[in-house]
């Protein structure tokens, strides 16, 4: 049998602005304290390209070049943090993401890195959208929890939270545990610098 790993491949926000993705989801714990809520913790926020799931190690070198291929072609850029947003809806959300108000230079990478692992965008499973995911909603609270849910849009849903730079695309590979995934890098590929 082959060895896999659960992999995806992020970018990740920086410092500045990871403290204050970390603040925000302080202030949501604290202003609704609902135990339905799995906030991810401050060392895994990220902001998903491509979720490849159960893959063979022995893919992970081609993968790391196609990934270099890509970051050749694509220069540093900014992306900005605005807004919250559910999925599959804010009335009975799964998911809490902070959204990017300018999505186009993030979108344009991650169908790069979309097609560079055979797939297409915009098609089933790997349509992107961009989104850095706050929290997911544990099925038993998504409907007894509405009011909750409203109250969080009109406080936050306007959030903004400042730009990050987008220099470097990252492999991830994800351990899954009890006490919530580890996430470790198994590659780094920068994006080209600006002038
Ligand atoms: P997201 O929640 O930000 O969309 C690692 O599991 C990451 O891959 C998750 O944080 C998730 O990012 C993304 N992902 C996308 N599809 C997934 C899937 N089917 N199962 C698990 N993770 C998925």
Known sequence: MSLQ??????VDPDL???NKIS????NLK????????????????HLTLLFLGETDVCLIPDISKKLDAVCQKFS????TFKGLGAFPNKRKPRVLWLGVSDPEPVTALANAVIRSAGSTPDSGKSRFSPHLTLARVSDEWRKPSSD???????????VSLGTTRVREVILYQSVL???????TALSRHS???LC
């Open 23 to 26: 603040d925000l989801i302080t």
């Open 191 to 193: 994006l080209q610098k």
């Open 148 to 158: 909750v849910f409203s109250g969080i849009f009109s406080t936050h849903g306007d």
């Open 177 to 183: 545990q009890p006490g919530g995934p580890r996430y």
């Open 30 to 45: 604290n202003g609704f304290p609902a135990k339905g809520f799995r906030f991810v913790s401050r060392q895994n926020l």
């Open 5 to 10: 790993k659960r992999l995806f491949i992020a």
């Open 16 to 18: 500045i602005i990871t």
């Open 76 to 79: 540093e850029f900014d992306l």
